[in-house]
């Protein structure tokens, strides 16, 4: 599903170069959970941004579902971000002043979908995270559990290939997150692939495959022995 | 794009700041409104002026003599030009056929008008039949002066509308007669002016009555005449001109006038005066419109500031929107929308204020220099057409930033 080679990247700080990943191979298949872990700096969220289309490589390949990306312009950008990707932020970033089904609704209308089809799918999804009765609420009448779950469903409503998801549970107490995760893990057993980038341990843990980065190289690679989340609640 | 949803958003990012849409819009209304305003103040002193040369036939010529100032042909200067009978006589024989209507003027200074208990103190001029004609004098009743009356020395009087009110009352003054100097004239017609009450207190008696009964001689004060129209203003203008000069130079070497001596003998066109009223109005029109833009553009320049401040305060959120796969395009479109709509509408209701305004107070203003102020239906519609392109200058540079903001600087904008 994902298939990366080689991919460099560096800033410009100032007049020197930070060169922030230095050569990452990598893989991921279809269905798989990974997290990538690592410690501030380390440059999982600028991998993040490259996988994500938000960002572009200097050096490397990248391929996702079989398509080279590389050189595209802002406008085959979107429209890849739209199709392929599905993203869940630290911070949710759900417009404030659009109710939770609008919100899941927009990559929807990226898509040029009809407005009918387009409620119908994301009531679906909504419901599928368990936020039917708060459709008509704005993000701010939410928890913040809540709005996470709004994030995936708005993340999910494009039907994806891979979600990425950032920090996930950095801005939620332990039980939502492990709430949350419980909700991740059962949208992988339906095989979606998921991305997830953390630097908590018993996050990672709840994942099956455990990247470790560290100064822009990584270190580890490795199977985990998955931990259901719902065991914590 | 432009659906339903899109509309939406719209509405819905207007209804979340009130205030700040409010603001932007006052600006864009007031420019609208002043703009709109100016130009119908502009239009009214247009009709203004335009009334001002209804109240002559609006091709006239008049001569008029005074005082040498300039010493010629060993003639001291200081020295009185009389115009006489024969000069009317010969420049209506040298300029045969050039003329619509032609008449000599002789004013009488004590113009002391009774009517039986009623006086009062009026112009009086003597005068010959085509004098109606060159005053634009229209007959309320009764006739004016004729050929006949002139050549039988008749004591027959026109009086104005102003006369016949201030003497008359309601009473029909035709066949009255009311005593002028002492000497009883009969009253034979009532006319009406477009100069106004000014022009419609005068009262007009045959010329050759006047010079007869006042002692006057072959004496005139002042001769008029009309040339015959023409479609286009600037022949018309050129044919006044070369009657003027030809007038002038008539007059000036027959009373060994010098040619630099401009009082002596001064021959006016209105043509030439309406040409540079015209001329100003002109001047004017491009001075409102002047303003009126800068002010618009004032506007426009505030919604242009306010929507590069909504695109920063959006600048997340457009993060998130390119994320889920919104299109540069679709970012330009959100913005313009949004500063066509607010620009368009806001224009709109300062149009509406200004032409409220004008047609309110429009018809109540009424002086010398401004008359029925108004705005005609193509500068509504040219400003509602700048008001659009406006609108969308305004947002496209906003718009343009929002779209090319990198997705991932604008999510990390706070």
């Known amino acids: ?233 | 794009m432009f659906s339903i949803e899109r509309w939406q958003e719209v509405f819905d990012t207007i209804s979340k700041n009130k205030l700040r849409t409010f603001l932007t819009s006052i600006s864009v209304i007031f420019g609208i409104f002043i703009l709109v305003v100016l130009l119908g103040v502009g239009e009214g002193m247009k009709n203004g002026i335009e009334k001002q040369f209804q109240s002559d036939a609006e091709n006239k010529i008049s001569v008029y003599t005074g005082v040498t100032t300039v010493g010629y042909k060993g003639l001291n200067p200081g020295r009185y030009i009389q115009l006489k009978n024969e000069d009317f006589d010969y420049t209506m024989s040298a300029n045969a056929g050039n003329f619509e209507s032609a008449s000599s003027m002789y004013r009488i200074w004590s113009g002391l008008i009774t009517y039986g208990e009623e006086s009062g103190s009026y112009r009086v001029e003597g005068v010959m039949s085509d004098y109606q004609a060159l005053e634009s004098a229209s007959m309320v009743s009764g006739r004016f002066i004729n050929l006949t009356d002139q050549k039988q020395y008749e004591k027959y009087v026109v009086i104005g509308q102003k006369v016949a009110d201030d003497l008359f009352d309601e009473k029909d003054p035709i066949g009255e007669y009311i005593k002028l100097s002492k000497i009883n004239f009969k009253v034979i017609g009532v006319f009406s002016d477009p100069g106004g009450e000014r022009e419609e207190s005068r009262v007009y008696i045959p010329l050759s009555t006047s010079q007869k009964v006042f002692g006057a001689g072959n004496d005139i004060r002042s001769m008029a005449f009309t040339i015959p129209k023409r479609t286009n203003f600037d022949d018309a203008l050129r044919e006044s001109e070369m009657i003027v000069n030809d007038l002038t130079n008539q007059l000036k070497t027959k009373y060994k006038v010098s040619p630099e001596d401009t009082s002596a003998i001064s021959v006016n066109s209105s043509l030439e005066s309406a040409k540079q009223f015209y001329d100003l109005m002109d001047v004017i029109k491009v001075f409102f419109w002047g303003v009126g833009i800068a002010t618009l553009l004032a506007g426009i320049v505030g919604v242009s500031n306010i929507m590069l401040i909504i695109v920063k305060e959006r600048t997340k959120e457009i993060g998130i929107r390119k994320a889920l796969g919104a299109k540069p395009m679709s970012i330009v479109a959100m913005v313009l929308h949004e500063s066509i709509f607010v620009t368009a509408i806001s224009g709109f209701v300062g149009l509406i204020l200004a032409l409220v305004l004008l047609e309110n107070l429009g018809p109540l203003i009424d002086s010398e220099f401004i008359s029925n102020p108004e705005v005609s239906f193509n500068v509504a519609i040219t400003t509602l057409i700048i008001l659009i392109i406006a609108g969308a200058l305004a947002g496209f540079f906003p718009a343009y930033r929002g779209a090319i903001i990198k997705p991932i600087d604008a999510l990390r904008d706070e």
Do not use: C
């Not at chain 1, 560096?10 to 410690?39: A, D, P, Q, R, T």
């Not at chain 1, 008509?136 to 993340?155: C, M, T």
């Not at chain 1, 998921?194 to 630097?199: A, G, N, P, Q, Y």
């Open chain 1, 1 to 233: 599903m994902i298939e990366i080679k080689d991919l460099h990247k560096s800033y410009k700080v100032g007049k020197n170069s930070l060169h922030v990943l230095k050569g990452i191979n990598f893989s991921v298949k279809e269905g798989e959970l990974v997290s990538i872990m690592g410690s501030s700096g380390s440059g999982k969220s600028t991998l993040l941004n490259i996988l994500g289309i938000l960002d572009e490589a200097d050096q490397g390949t990248y391929h996702l579902d079989g398509v080279p990306i590389k050189n595209l312009n802002e406008k085959i950008a979107a429209n890849y971000r739209n199709k392929f990707l599905g993203f869940i932020f630290q911070s949710f970033n759900l417009i404030n002043y659009k109710s939770a089904i609008d919100n899941v609704a927009l990559p929807l209308i990226y898509q040029g979908m009809g407005r009918k089809d387009r409620m119908e799918r994301s009531m679906a999804y909504l419901e599928k995270v368990g936020l039917a009765d708060w459709a008509k609420h704005k993000p701010n009448e939410l928890s913040g559990g809540q709005k996470q779950r709004v994030a995936i469903a708005r993340a999910l409503a494009s039907d994806p290939k891979v979600l990425l998801a950032d920090e996930l549970t950095g801005a939620l107490d332990t039980k939502t997150s492990y709430e949350i995760m419980d909700l991740i893990q059962g949208i992988n057993d339906e095989g979606k692939t998921i991305l997830v980038v953390t630097h908590e341990e018993d996050i990672a843990h709840m994942t099956k495959r455990i990247v470790n980065l560290k100064d822009g190289i990584i270190i580890d690679d490795s199977m985990n022995e998955q931990v259901k989340a719902i065991q914590n609640v």
